[in-house]
C-alpha cells in the first residue's frame, strides 16, 4: 500500500512529513536523487530521464503512484510522462495544482473555464529551470485571469541547503527577495516554488513583510493526495513498509535528513 514521493534531494522531506501526518496509515517510499541535485541548473532532457529512472525504482518498490514533490521535475518532465510514459494502472503526480487550487480558491476537479480571483499579483520564488519553463503561468492561466506573476529564480538556495549551509540560504534568500521586490513592490501573495524552501519559510515570511501570503507547498500536498486517494483506494500500490532510497552517499544524506526533520532517518543506497 505504498506511495512514492521523489525529489531531487532533501526538499521533498517537507511534503514527506506532511503527508505522513494527514496519512499515518500510509508507507510512504522516499526517493532523492542526492548525486544529480540540485534539478534546477539542468536542461529539460536531463530532468525528464533521471525523473523517470527514479520513479521506475520507486514502482519496484512496490508505488503505483508516485508524487514528483520537486518543482523542477513537475515543471520539466512531469506533462512528457503523463502524455507518453506513464503506463496503464500507474498514476504520477505533480505538486503545482494544489498550490494553483488553493490560490484560486478551487476545489479539486474544477474545470470550469478561468475566471477573475482575489488576488492579482502574485510572487513566485522557484529555480532558475521551473522559472524558464513558465508551467506554474501555464496552470494558472486554466484556472485564474487577471494574475500578474513576477518569477524569480532562485539560484544558490537549494545548494546551501543541501550543503546544511543554512546562514548563506538565509542570505540568499533576502537577496531574491530584494530582487523581487525591485520588480514587484507590494506582492499581494508569493508562492514558493520549490519544495526545498518551506525549509527556510520563515525567513522568506520576514523578508517580505506581514501584508503578504505566502503559499507553501507541503499541507497543501497533503490534504489534495488524502482527497485523491480516498476517490481512488486502488492507486495504494502493494508495498507494505517506508523506505527511504538515495543516489547520493546514504549517511551523509541520512544525517542531512535527520537534522531537517529531527527524528531519525535513515537511507539506503538507490
Known amino acids: 500500500m505504498a506511495v512514492g514521493i521523489f525529489d531531487s534531494g532533501l526538499g521533498g522531506l517537507t511534503v514527506l512529513d506532511a503527508v505522513s501526518r ?3 496509515e500510509v508507507p510512504f517510499v522516499y526517493f532523492g ?5 540540485p534539478y534546477g541548473v539542468r536542461n529539460a532532457e536531463d530532468v525528464y530521464g533521471l525523473t523517470t529512472h527514479a520513479v521506475e525504482r520507486m514502482w519496484d518498490e512496490g508505488c503505483d503512484m508516485v508524487i ?30 494544489p498550490l494553483i487550487e488553493a ?21 513566485l520564488f522557484a529555480t532558475p529551470a521551473t522559472v524558464s519553463s513558465r508551467a506554474f503561468q501555464r496552470e494558472l492561466a486554466f484556472r485564474a485571469i487577471g494574475v500578474d506573476v513576477e518569477a524569480q529564480a532562485c539560484g544558490g ?18 537577496s531574491h527577495v530584494d530582487a523581487l521586490k525591485r520588480k514587484m513592490p507590494m506582492p499581494q501573495a508569493a508562492v514558493l516554488g520549490c ?3 518551506p525549509l527556510m519559510e520563515d525567513i522568506f515570511r520576514d523578508a517580505l513583510g506581514p501584508q503578504v501570503k505566502v503559499y507553501s507547498q507541503a499541507n497543501l500536498v497533503a490534504e489534495s493526495l488524502a482527497d485523491y486517494l480516498q ?11 517506508s523506505v527511504f532510497l538515495t543516489t547520493g552517499d546514504p549517511a551523509r544524506v541520512s544525517q542531512r535528513a535527520t537534522q531537517f526533520l529531527r527524528r531519525k532517518i535513515e537511507f539506503t543506497a538507490a
Open 231 to 241: 476517490r481512488h483506494p486502488g492507486m495504494i500500490g502493494e508495498g507494505q513498509k
Open 157 to 174: 538556495v537549494v545548494d546551501a541547503i543541501e550543503d546544511g549551509d543554512l546562514i548563506l540560504a538565509e542570505a540568499l534568500v533576502r
Open 103 to 123: 490560490l484560486t480558491e478551487r476545489q479539486w476537479g474544477d474545470n470550469s473555464p478561468p475566471r477573475e480571483v482575489e488576488v492579482k499579483n502574485v510572487a
Open 22 to 24: 494527514r496519512l499515518p
Open 33 to 37: 536523487d542526492n548525486a544529480h541535485t
Open 195 to 197: 519544495t526545498h524552501y
Open 68 to 97: 514528483l514533490a520537486c518543482n523542477t521535475a513537475s515543471a520539466a518532465a512531469l506533462r512528457r510522462m503523463q502524455e507518453s510514459w506513464v503506463p496503464s494502472g500507474k498514476r504520477v503526480l505533480g505538486v503545482f495544482v
